[in-house]
Every structure is written in structure tokens, then in C-alpha cells.
């Protein structure tokens, strides 16, 4: 009972509260680089402007990938960074089964300057949409 007498009285603080709750939730997930659909990362690996980084662990890659990407597991991208540095002025695109683990990866790859992006709905979305996969 105490705790509504208390949200009555300081709306305002509240507000702010969850405001600056919102704020700090929103910059952290563009520091994971921001979400794109699956028509733009085609339109982009078509143009050779990006490079697609799978950061889902070796046995699910070789299960089943988009062609072209290149796989880092999410467990071991501080090891394998420079491995990239040549693609640095391309995007990396960054996907892994559902979007779990790219955010985290993300913020790695964006720490080190790279331009780096989030594939919407990861590979759950691209196959989802009947898209091709090759494996192995």
C-alpha cells in the first residue's frame, strides 16, 4: 500500500527513472551495432560493401551458413579480431542463431573501431524466409 502512496507522490521522479532506464537500455544495444533485415545484407554482400561474421559455434555453422560468412564463435572474438582487420572498411554484419550473442560480440568488434551491424532475428530469420544455406 505504502509503495502507490509513494509512486502518487513522486510521479516526476519516477519518470525520470524509467526514462533514464530506457535511455541506458537503448545505448547499449547500439553499441552491439545496429539491427538490419535481410534485404539489406544481401543488397550489401551483392555490392561486397559488408562482410558477414557467423558468431554462432563451429558445429552449427558447418550445419548450415549463409554463404560467404566467416566464422568467429562468439566464446573466442577477443582472440580472433585482428583476423579481420583487412575487411575494416567494410561493415561486419554480425549474425548468430537469434540475435543472443551478436549484441555482445558486436560491442567487441565496435570497441576496436570497426563498423559493425546486427543481422535482425539472426539465422532463424534467414532460413525462415526460405532463404539458402550451404553447409560444411
Do not use: C
Amino acid at each position: 500500500m505504502d509503495i502507490f502512496i509513494f509512486v502518487s507522490e513522486q510521479w516526476i521522479l519516477i519518470s525520470v527513472l524509467m526514462a533514464l532506464i530506457y535511455l541506458f537500455a537503448w545505448t547499449e544495444r547500439a553499441k552491439g551495432g545496429k539491427p538490419i533485415n535481410t534485404n539489406e545484407l544481401v543488397a550489401m554482400m551483392n555490392a561486397d560493401t559488408a562482410v558477414l561474421v557467423d558468431v554462432r559455434p563451429q558445429n552449427e555453422f558447418q550445419a548450415g551458413h549463409i554463404h560467404g560468412a566467416i566464422n568467429i564463435p562468439h566464446t573466442k572474438v577477443d582472440g580472433h579480431i585482428g583476423e579481420l582487420e583487412k575487411s575494416r572498411s567494410k561493415v561486419l554484419v554480425l549474425t548468430d542463431h537469434m540475435g543472443q550473442h551478436a549484441g555482445g560480440a558486436g560491442r567487441k568488434f565496435s570497441k576496436e573501431g570497426y563498423n559493425v551491424r546486427r543481422l535482425s532475428g539472426g539465422m532463424a530469420e534467414w532460413q525462415g524466409q526460405s532463404l539458402p544455406v550451404v553447409q560444411g
